[in-house]
């Protein structure tokens, strides 16, 4: 269903694009991204030792209109979180020290970005910019150190989705080269898991973590226009 909804939102965006010429004839681009954000434990608070978390994104955009584009992006990374209870079977071994797991996510989301000409004298994909968004995002928990499971396994997945927003500039260097920075917030919901031995308080814990991680970050981009 949500697969389904970025689908039609795609076709849909295309469908508008009638008679535009781009930037210089070009109307296409490919690009890579990176954002980094404040390591926020579920708690809220920054995790020992690791200050920031990083997320790599590959994406295709399209300009649909003077002052338009769409996009698609898959998004991968991973975060540590050190404070999570996720087996009410080994709660006595808990009471110490909090363990730290590994979160890995892939998502895939579809943006659109409106350009304000009337201030940056350009047209997309130059210019300032905001851009609204929805996305769906997998995620798995891993006890990388073996520390109740074995080493690298596998307890807990689920997903969840989210809208996201983000306010930045882009500028185009030697007429092909497409470079932007953004603010970006993302709110996600719909926690979804499944598998592995999770309680309902584990489960908020993580809704949290993934909350407070797309929160609010930073958003460097390159790309190619063709």
């Known amino acids: 269903m949500k697969n389904g909804i970025l689908l039609i939102l795609l076709i849909v965006s295309y469908a508008a694009v009638a008679q535009v010429s781009g930037f210089m004839g070009k109307r296409q681009a490919i690009n890579i991204s990176a954002t980094v954000s404040p390591a926020f434990l579920s708690s809220g608070k920054i995790a020992k ?12 955009e399209y300009i649909i209109g003077s002052n338009w584009t769409t996009s698609v992006n898959y998004h991968f990374g991973s975060f540590s979180n050190n404070n999570f209870d996720f087996d009410n079977t ?3 071994y808990l009471d110490n020290d909090p363990y730290e797991y590994k979160i890995n996510t892939n998502s895939y989301s579809i943006h659109f970005k409106r350009f304000f000409s009337k201030y940056s004298n350009f047209i997309a994909p130059v210019g300032r910019f905001i851009s609204f ?4 995002c997998n995620y798995s928990i891993t006890d990388e150190k073996g520390n109740i499971y074995k080493p690298n396994t596998k307890f807990a997945k689920g997903s969840v989705t989210g809208v996201v927003f983000s306010y930045g500039s882009s500028r185009v260097f030697f007429k092909k080269l497409l470079f932007s ?3 970006e917030s993302a709110f996600l919901f719909n926690l979804t898991p499944s598998g592995g ?4 308080e584990s489960l908020e814990k993580i809704d949290r973590a993934l909350f407070f991680r797309n929160a609010i970050s930073v958003k460097l981009s390159a790309g190619y226009l063709f």
């Open 49 to 60: 030792g690791q200050k920031v978390n990083m997320q790599y994104f590959l994406g295709y």
């Open 90 to 92: 080994v709660e006595e």
């Open 133 to 136: 968004g929805l996305m769906t």
């Open 181 to 183: 920075a953004a603010a």
């Open 197 to 200: 031995n999770t309680n309902s």
